[in-house]
């Protein structure tokens, strides 16, 4: 079984900053094989993605919406993927999910939802104007 538990939300003022944390867990789930994903959900909108990183760290990719502001980076020795987030807006506000890909060891980097096969529960992130 897989867990991917997410932290570090919460309520920011416009043009401030969050560190969002996501752990894995699991007896058969060997972190550094997979390359992770950050996807946001806000409300009456569908999932979208935010920033990917491949399972060694050597790739990034990011949403345009996000771009120069969001950072991706992961410490393979804490089972750990971050997503340092700068100069928030209020669009930014939504639930943010870590999610691992289906496909060990790739290469590149993807921005689909089918793409990932474990997901963890969310983090509130909340930006006030």
Do not use: H
Not at 35 to 49: S, Y
Not at 54 to 74: E, H, M
Not at 109 to 117: H, Q
């Amino acid at each position: 079984q897989v867990q991917l538990v997410e932290s570090g939300g919460g309520l920011a003022q416009a043009g401030g900053s969050l560190r969002l944390s996501c752990t894995a867990s699991g007896r058969t789930f060997t972190f550094s094989s997979y390359g992770m994903g950050w996807f946001r959900q806000a409300p009456g909108k569908e999932r979208e993605f935010v920033a990917a990183i491949t399972w060694n760290g050597s790739t990034t990719s990011y949403a345009d919406s996000v771009k120069g502001r969001f950072t991706i980076s992961r410490d393979n020795a804490k089972n750990t993927v971050y997503l340092q987030m700068n100069s928030l807006k209020p669009e930014d506000t939504a639930v943010y999910y870590c999610a691992a890909v289906r496909t060990l060891y790739s290469g590149a980097t993807t921005p689909y939802l089918r793409d990932y096969a474990f997901w963890g529960q969310g983090t509130q992130v909340t930006v006030s104007s």
